[in-house]
Structures are given as structure tokens and as C-alpha cells.
């Protein structure tokens, strides 16, 4: 069935913005652009300038019931984690479909029409096996159908607890372990089947891997994890030199960056995204540079925990993929997540106009779409995915500033979303989710009963 949109402004790419551009689709793709044109009696008004569809390419979906939760008194990742830990050691596969589909309808109203998410909440309390060892990844499957937005559910290895390969503590880290890379396989073999047997029922899913870090899987078991996602020619994220306490911690145990010890167990590679990727040696970032591995940067995160700034540039003039998440939701923007690679630039040198907006806009675009594995969409061209996102150059935070990408990426806010279309179909209109209206008042409720019911009186976690 033909659809047909008609955008007052659009961007088509580099530096170019075109007028009254009528774009026409067919089953989810576009079909035909025409720039400078009236519009037709049919077609739908898009507002504003509309840009290809945002990739949130790192999300921990849990994490969003943190937000605002952990900002009393000094602290660390570490003590920020242990809470963390609690917040997971309370999930059962429905309050997770109905957290997770709060917190991707929050995305899709911030324009974001592919997620990653980085998931190793995998089993029961204990870490015993649901009576399907992946309920938990198929409620973030139906969270993520639930609010329109497609899913590269990057399902990972997390089996130890240092890069010692000391084990998972007692309490909530049990639940993430699958025991051995052979077994992680085993389980996400027949997760992949599932999705593949249901493929055709919404917005798309796509079965990625990932190796938690090289904190979370021993050397020898990664090879597991790396040959699926070769056989299968899927995504391979890992959270890697996030953290200056990791990297001590792999040098006592390896001798080597955790950049090197991926290098050479050959996780490293063009569809592999090293998420992070804040505290490099510059023989970490050649490594990078020569497998082409692309980067995820989480700017609102990193700051939030007081992570660090990465080495932007010099990645950005790798051969390898950058793209940009939300990662622990301390914020869902992904304008903002873009500013943020530039303007942490400026304070760590004193200088500015280091990063193009066109640049930082791909990033958000078609680079994290690509990180993801849809290697369709992140473009308004023919043949693309029919993802439209219109953002609003007339708001309070953008009025004055002109068309340009400029004032979509330093000023614009996941509150200037006005429209979203994912793979053809409206999702956001007007700034309201079509199908989940109510968002802010559910996700309140959903975290609410996570957060806030004391322990004891929870029902048992099936």
C-alpha cells in the first residue's frame, strides 16, 4: 500500500536541507523523493525539518528505574552499580515487558526508531532457568513491538565477575550467567529460532551478541560468543575501557589493555562496537582503526557516573562505525547525546568546532543504525526504510536558530520531536505515542512498583 509524507523541510544528507519534499513509501521503504513540490491532497504534513530515523544504539532498559534515584551524595560507578543490582534482582519477565515498554515508548518519542539493547538479565532469582530460558529477552521483544520501535536485542555473555574469572557474586549477578560460552550459544540459538519463526508480526527484531566486557567473560569462553555472531554475520557489542579500575584490573590479569585482549581473541572487527571505548592507548586506538570496530559513545552516562571522555576525534577518523546511546537512561535525547561528543571535546581542549553537526548527526543516525545491524535505514533515499522523524525548529529552544543541522544538533531536545514513522507506520503524532498514550503515567506506576514496594510484600518472582 503507497503512503506518502510531506515535509515542509528535510535532510537529505551532508549539507543539504531541501524545501517541501514529498516523500512516497510502499511496505516500510521509500520509494521516490521530490523536492520543491506542493502538497498533494493525501499525503500526511510532517513539520519542521524532518531527519532520518535516530539509532539508540546502547540502552540497558532496566537502568531507566534509576534515573534521578542516585543523584543524593557522592558515590562511584561501583556504588551506583550495586543499586543497580537490587533494581534487577526484582524483575520477573511482565514487570520487564512493562518496564522495557515505557522506556522504548519514551525513545520513539525522542525520535528513536532502532534500539540495542545490551541485555544480561537473562534467568530467574538465583539463576535458575525460566521454564523458556529467554522470557526475558522475548518481554523486551514484546516491550519494544509494544511501543513501535524496532529491536536489535544484542543478547550477552556475562559469566564472571573480574577479569580474574572469579565468579558471579551470590544475589542478582547469578541471574545473569548461562555457565559457559557453549551454553550462552546453545540458549540464543534457540532465542534466534523463536524470532525467526515470528519474523512479519511488527517492527523488526534482530538477534545480535555480546561479550559483557572482558570483566564479565574469561578469554576462553569468548570464542563462543564470537563464532556465533561470525556464523550468523550479526552484531558483536562489548563494553570495553569504560572504566580505569577495569583496565588496572585486566593489566595484573592479562598484561594487556581490554582493546588488546579482544584484538586477540578476534572479537575485533567491522561489525563489532567496542561501547565506551573511553580510556584508550593510542596502540588501542590503531587497533581499532585496523579491524575497522566501530565505537558507541553514551556521553549522558559517562558523565553521569563520572566515567571520563573518550578520544572522539581520533576515533572519528577511524575506518570503524560511531554511533551514540542512552546506555543507563540518565536521559533519553539523542541531540543531546550528540552535542555532548562535541562539547566535552571543548572542555577537555579548550577548543571548538572540532566536530561537525552533519557528522555528529550521522552518528545519530545512520552510523548507530548500521552498528545495529540495519544497514537500510539512518538514510531519507530510495530503497531506505520509510523512518521520518520531524523535529521542530520553531520551539522556545529553537526558535531563531534557522534550518539548519546546526540547530537540530546544539539546540534542538527530544521534546522537539513532533512526528515519528517507523518503517512506514506513524508512531509518534503531534508529539503523542499513538498506541501507548498514557506513557508517563504507566512507566510512573511501572517504576514505582519496582522502586518503591518494599521488599517483603512483592509476590514471589516466578
Same mark, same amino acid.
Given at each position: ?50 531527519? %532520518? ?169 569468548? %570464542? ?239
Amino acid at each position: 500500500m503507497a503512503q506518502s509524507w510531506w515535509c515542509e523541510q528535510a535532510w537529505l544528507g551532508g549539507d543539504t536541507i531541501a524545501d517541501r519534499v514529498l516523500i512516497t513509501g510502499a511496505d516500510g521503504r521509500i520509494t521516490a523523493i521530490v523536492t520543491d513540490t506542493e502538497r498533494p491532497a493525501g499525503a500526511r504534513r510532517l513539520p519542521g525539518l524532518v531527519v %532520518p530515523g535516530l539509532a539508540n544504539a546502547h540502552s540497558h532498559a532496566f537502568h531507566r528505574a534509576l534515573r534521578s534515584r542516585t543523584q543524593r551524595n557522592r558515590g562511584s560507578f561501583w556504588t551506583w552499580r550495586d543499586l543497580m543490582y537490587r533494581a534487577a534482582d526484582r524483575l520477573d519477565p511482565d514487570s520487564y515487558r512493562d518496564l522495557a515498554r515505557g522506556v522504548y515508548a519514551e525513545m520513539a518519542l525522542a525520535g528513536v526508531t532502532s534500539v540495542g539493547e545490551f541485555h544480561y538479565l537473562h534467568h530467574d532469582v538465583g539463576g535458575a532457568r525460566y521454564s523458556d530460558p529467554n522470557a526475558m529477552g522475548q518481554a523486551l521483544i514484546q516491550g519494544a513491538a509494544d511501543a513501535g520501535v524496532r529491536l536489535t536485542l544484542l543478547d550477552t555473555c556475562y559469566l564472571s565477575a573480574a577479569p580474574d574469572g572469579s565468579p558471579l557474586a551470590e544475589g542478582p549477578q547469578q541471574r545473569f550467567g548461562d555457565g559457559s560460552g557453549d551454553r550462552w550459544a546453545e540458549r540464543v540459538e534457540a532465542l534466534r529460532s523463536q524470532v525467526s519463526a515470528s519474523a512479519g508480526s511488527g517492527p523488526g527484531v534482530l538477534v545480535g551478541a555480546a561479550l559483557h566486557s572482558v570483566r564479565g567473560v574469561p578469554i576462553e569462553h569468548m %570464542p563462543a560468543v564470537i563464532e556465533w555472531a561470525e556464523a550468523y554475520q550479526a552484531p558483536l557489542h562489548v563494553h570495553s575501557s569504560e572504566q580505569t579500575r577495569e583496565i588496572e584490573q585486566c593489566l595484573a590479569v592479562h598484561g594487556r589493555t581490554p582493546t588488546a585482549v579482544l584484538r586477540d581473541v578476534g572479537a575485533l572487527g567491522p561489525r563489532t562496537t567496542a561501547v565506551h571505548a573511553t580510556h584508550l592507548t593510542d596502540e588501542d586506538v590503531a587497533d581499532l582503526d585496523r579491524t575497522a570496530t566501530g565505537v558507541c559513545f553514551c556521553p549522558t552516562t559517562e558523565r553521569d557516573l563520572g566515567d571520563g571522555i573518550g578520544p572522539a576525534p581520533a576515533l572519528l577518523a577511524g575506518s570503524g562505525l560511531f554511533s551514540l546511546g542512552s546506555d543507563s537512561h540518565a536521559v533519553i535525547d539523542m541531540f543531546e547525546e550528540a552535542r555532548a561528543v562535541e562539547l566535552d571535546e571543548r572542555l577537555a581542549r579548550r577548543e571548538r568546532g572540532i566536530i561537525s553537526a552533519e557528522r555528529l548527526l550521522g552518528a545519530a543516525t545512520a552510523e548507530g543504525q548500521h552498528a545495529l545491524g540495519w544497514t537500510d535505514a539512518g538514510h531519507l533515499r530510495v530503497g531506505a526504510r520509510a523512518d521520518l522523524v520531524a523535529v521542530d525548529l520553531g520551539s522556545i529552544r529553537t526558535a531563531g536558530g534557522g534550518i539548519t543541522i546546526e540547530n537540530v544538533v546544539f539546540a534542538a531536545t527530544a521534546g522537539d520531536v513532533t512526528d515519528v514513522v517507523v518503517d512506514g507506520r506513524v508512531v509518534v503524532a503531534d508529539r503523542r505515542h499513538v498506541a501507548l498514550p498514557d506513557t508517563a503515567a504507566d512507566l510512573a506506576l511501572t517504576i514505582r512498583e519496582l522502586m518503591d514496594v518494599p521488599a517483603d510484600t512483592l509476590a514471589p518472582v516466578r
